[in-house]
Every structure is written in C-alpha cells, then in structure tokens.
C-alpha cells in the first residue's frame, strides 16, 4: 500500500503541474512521528528524500535506516534551536529551516568536510506573523549572502510555512509572495534551484505559483501517529 499511495502522489503531483503549466517539482516525504518502518516501506518504493521535524528523531531513523537504504536524503524542516545545529549538521543533508545569522556558522562548522557542503534553504516568514518561525522579507538579502559566503554551506533556496488558514485558496498570495523573493534570490544566487512550499492540503496550489519542492507527509503515510 506505500507504493500505491506514493504512486497516486506522484500522480497528482504530475497533475497539478500539468494543469498549471510549471515544471514538475520534487517530492519530499514527511516522515515525522512515522516509525523506520514506514520510511523503509516508501524507500523501497523508490522514494529517496525524507523531511523531519526534530533533530534527533531524523538522526535515529537515518542512523536506523543506513544499512539497508544508504542513499536516502534527509531534510530538516522543523524549528532548529542553536543547541541542536552540531548534530543537524551531521545527521541531515539539507537544513529547510535556517532563519538567523547564529545558525550559519555553527552549522558550518559542524559540517564535516568529507560529505560535502550542507545544502541550505532559508526559511521566511512572509506574513510577519509574530511567534513564527521565518527571517523576515527585509532581513533575507543579508542572511542569504551570509550563507553563500559560507564555506561548508551551499545556499539552495527558501522554504516557506504559510499560515494554516482552513481555506488552502487563503495561502495563495503567500506562495504567490515566496516566488517573488526566490526569484529575486536566484538571480543574485545562480545555485538557489529550490522553491520548499506546499503540504498535503495545499500543494496544487504551491505548484500552481511555483513550487520546485514539495513537503507531503499525511497523503503519503497516513494520519500520523501522534
Ligand atoms: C508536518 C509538515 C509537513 C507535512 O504536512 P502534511 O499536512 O502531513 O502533508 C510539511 N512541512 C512541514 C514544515 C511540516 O511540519
């Protein structure tokens, strides 16, 4: 049945790009709360990027899950406190969720050198709601330039989480918005290849306005566990 529910996923996906014209964006898979199991499952269905929440759940589950499944990708897409970038930078390979200049350098520093550069997306909050995770519009120049001048780092693109309005249709200008500034960023930044928007409830919509990654966790796995 994780083959089943990944291929309709894909197929959706494919769909809604079609629709609206726009190239077909990459799937990243959800996997928070969801046991090894479950990632092995959708792995050997072919699906090879996975996102987390919390640092040490994702580093449990790539450390449970190397043997048998080595080239998975991992994303971090949950808040990341300073106190936790030594082990993100070790235990994921791309961190979605940078939004402040203290991050950058303990990630790099923690990045050891051998795996390559840590692929990064800076996270905005283009709302300004307040108590959000997110760097704010007018900060995002100055963090993305510190990413890129950073060595161990590779600045990617930016990942958004618009407010969880119940209409999925309210988030649109928010999308709408975060295509603007990855635009503005790409063209400053040739190697920002990635646009991180859009969840199970709204991802045709992202897609619509631009979406080059999608994150989807609840249409691949299921109501999560808890
Ligand atoms: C949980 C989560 C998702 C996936 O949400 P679904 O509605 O289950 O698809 C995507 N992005 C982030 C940042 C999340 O925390």
Redesign the pocket.
């Known amino acids: 049945m994780p083959a089943e529910r990944l291929r309709t996923v894909l197929q959706r996906i494919q769909n809604a790009a079609d629709a609206a014209g726009r190239p077909v964006p990459a799937l990243l898979a ?1 996997s ?1 709360t969801q046991p090894a199991a479950a990632v092995a499952a959708l792995a050997a269905a072919g699906q090879a990027a996975f ?1 987390e ?1 919390y640092v040490q759940e994702g580093a449990a589950k790539r450390a449970a899950l190397a043997a048998a499944h080595p080239g998975l990708h991992w994303h971090l ?2 808040h990341l406190q300073s106190n936790k970038a030594a082990q993100a930078a070790e235990a994921f390979d791309w961190v979605q969720s940078v939004d402040r200049p203290g991050l950058v350098a303990a990630l790099a520093r923690h990045r050891a050198p051998q795996r390559g550069p840590l692929n990064v997306l800076i996270q905005v909050n283009v709302e300004g709601e307040a108590g959000k995770s997110g760097c704010r519009p007018e900060d995002l120049p100055a963090l993305a330039d510190r990413v890129a001048d950073t060595p161990g780092l590779a600045l990617r693109g930016l990942m958004s ?1 618009p407010v969880p309005h119940p209409d999925p249709e309210r988030r649109r200008p928010t999308f709408r918005r975060m295509r603007e500034l990855f635009d503005g960023l790409a063209a400053r930044h040739p190697g920002a290849d990635t646009l991180s928007m859009g ?3 709204d991802f045709a919509i992202a897609i619509a306005e631009g979406a080059t990654l999608v ?5 691949l796995f299921g109501p ?1 566990p808890r």
């Open positions: 959800v928070k996102g929440n897409i949950g989480i969840m199970s409830d994150r989807i966790g609840t249409a999560r």
